[in-house]
């Protein structure tokens, strides 16, 4: 009877180690498949994240759609203006009409006078220049493109001077705008004006009227797109003084319309509206 017993209890046993090793393995399974679900998961978000980073960099790398092309600063100017888009030459630049800070001229390097000036000039100012020499002339280019930066640092200078011969910082200031522009007013920053001068006499005063290579330049450079910017008695529209020196690119048609009816780049422009 004992023996049966333990017979019974062995087999009892048996079966519940027999049990115990099956669901031990089942849930041997159970916990693998959870550790692979697990690790799986955290690789996937590792890599999603290391990823992430360089993407948003090679978002940011993209041109944002609202950044302004090379093109983007003129046609912004040119419309705050009233100037139709394709008619930069015509930008006006004044004590009212300050350039917008974000032009960028398209500079180009003439080696004989080794002056930059808009590419949208070059060749019109090389073939003015070269006719008049055709005519035994000889000029100098003064003055091209110039910075914001160049111009400051010409009016501190001109200022400077006054103040050393007595005036009031406020009457040199008063004094020197009248022949030279503040800073962000000059059409030099744009690229398309030069000051020229009779290479004999590089004087930027009222002589330099008188020479015969500024006489020509006055009767002929609208034949090249130039005009005569600040003539003489139109001092209470353009804000400046004459300069006899100081020719600006606005285009064949326009030097020509504007030179022959004896007004300014203002009265022009206000004549289109």
């Given at each position: 009877?004992?023996c ?11 079966a ?46 993209q ?11 003129i ?31 398209n ?9 930059d ?41 001109d ?8 005036y ?10 009248r ?36 006489r020509?330049l006055?009767?002929?450079c ?45 009265e ?6």
């Amino acid at each position: 009877m004992n023996c049966i017993r333990r017979k019974r209890h062995r087999t009892k046993k048996k079966a519940l180690k027999k049990f115990f090793r099956k669901m031990l393995k089942r849930y041997a399974v159970c916990l693998a498949v959870v550790l692979i679900l697990v690790t799986g998961w955290k690789l996937t978000s590792f890599a999603v994240k290391s990823l992430s980073p360089a993407k948003e960099q090679k978002e940011d790398l993209q041109e944002p759609e609202d950044v302004f092309s090379e093109e983007e600063p003129i046609r912004k100017i040119s419309e705050a203006e009233g100037v139709p888009y394709g008619a930069e030459n015509l930008l006006l630049v004044n004590k009212d009409h300050p350039l917008d800070e974000s032009y960028q001229p398209n500079l180009k390097r003439n080696r004989d006078y080794g002056v930059d000036v808009d590419a949208s000039i070059f060749d019109a100012l090389k073939d003015m220049l070269a006719e008049g020499e055709k005519q035994g002339l000889s000029f100098w280019i003064a003055s091209g493109y110039r910075s914001p930066q160049r111009q400051r640092e010409l009016l501190d200078e001109d200022i400077a001077d006054l103040v050393r011969q007595g005036y009031t910082y406020s009457e040199a200031y008063e004094e020197v705008v009248r022949e030279t522009m503040p800073v962000g007013c000059s059409e030099h920053a744009t690229g398309l004006c030069v000051d020229i001068v009779a290479k004999n006499y590089q004087f930027l005063d009222e002589k330099q009227g008188s020479t015969k290579e500024i006489r020509w330049l006055q009767e002929n450079c609208s034949q090249y797109g130039f005009i005569l910017r600040y003539p003489e008695g139109k001092e209470d529209i353009t804000k400046i003084s004459y300069e006899s020196w100081h020719f600006r690119y606005v285009g064949v048609d326009a030097a020509k319309q504007i030179t022959e009816q004896g007004i300014t780049l203002e009265e022009y422009l206000e004549s289109l509206e």
